[in-house]
């Protein structure tokens, strides 16, 4: 399976939303179906967001 997010785009993902702490060992089995959905809406957000400013260019 290819991997879509790198490690440190999801962390600081995570960090925007305010459950880091629970992935600082890398273990992400450790947040909620909740943070998850979160992380998800803010991933296609800011690949909306980038690919509006590619439009403009």
Known sequence: MA???S???KYEL???LGFAHKVRNGDWGNITTREAG???RAAIMKTE???A???KQ
């Open 53 to 55: 400013e590619l439009d």
């Open 3 to 5: 991997r879509v997010m």
């Open 7 to 9: 490690e440190k785009t």
């Open 49 to 51: 967001e980038l690919m």
């Open 38 to 40: 979160s992380l998800v």
């Open 14 to 16: 995570a960090r925007e």
